[in-house]
């Protein structure tokens, strides 16, 4: 019949599915490409929100611990700070204005700025670390160990934790300089983001800590 070839044709066009073919996959704000499905950028904040909230609550539940710890018995003696935690809390904020800086840079397409100063910002974290271990040598050297009393098993306790936390931070910061982005799910840009959140968060906790231990003798 006439219109028989125009109709097959018609029905083999439809089945082809007309138009141009989809793009490749690629990341969220098109730092990379692949053929994996990407994640939605939103997914990553949900998890880190819900991984800070959990912190959150391990923190509070050993502040609380340590309130009521020093109410209960007549064994609680002061633990002395070394006057190495201040040099400490100003290397961590110091890292918390170099982080900006270097995400600022990466925005604007400054690689190289970048880099150097996510460098600056993770040799910051190292150095409190290790000032962290010359706090707790010089605790011991004055006779205060961890069993000595509840004071300064708190204290052990707290900064300790507050440490593997930010050991955390500093594998992200290496994650982002070091990863290969051109078929990540997650851009440089994205990951720079949350890394910087968590160390922000990292900085405020530890402001907290230390309020806690110097109000809490």
């Known amino acids: 019949m006439p219109g028989t070839i125009v109709d097959d044709v018609e029905l083999i066009d439809a089945g082809r599915g007309g138009g141009n073919p ?19 950028r939103r997914a990553y904040f949900t998890a880190l929100q819900l991984g800070l909230a959990a912190i959150v609550m391990f923190f509070m539940a050993l502040a609380s611990s340590y309130i ?3 109410g209960l018995g007549v064994d609680w003696q002061s633990t002395p700070l ?10 961590l904020l110091a890292s918390s204005a170099t982080i900006v800086v270097a995400r600022k840079k990466l925005e604007g397409g400054e690689r190289e700025a970048f880099r150097s100063w996510w460098w600056v910002t993770t040799g910051l974290g190292l150095l409190f670390l290790a000032g962290q271990i010359i706090a707790w ?12 009393n509840p004071s300064s098993s708190f204290f052990y ?40 959140i968590y160390w922000h968060f990292m900085d405020g906790l530890w402001i907290f800590l230390l309020a806690l231990l110097t109000l809490g003798r």
């Open 137 to 148: 040598r010089q605790l011991a050297a004055a006779g205060m160990l961890l069993a000595t």
């Open 68 to 70: 009521v710890r020093k």
């Open 82 to 91: 070394p006057p190495v935690l201040w040099f400490n809390t100003a290397i």
């Open 157 to 196: 306790l707290l900064t300790a934790a507050h440490g593997a936390h930010l050991t955390g931070g500093i594998l992200a910061l290496f994650y982002v300089m070091f990863r290969p982005w051109s078929r990540s799910r997650i851009s440089q840009s994205t990951a720079a983001e949350l890394a910087s």
């Open 22 to 40: 989809p793009p490749a996959g690629g990341d969220d704000d098109g730092d990379s490409s692949g053929s994996r499905r990407p994640v939605p």
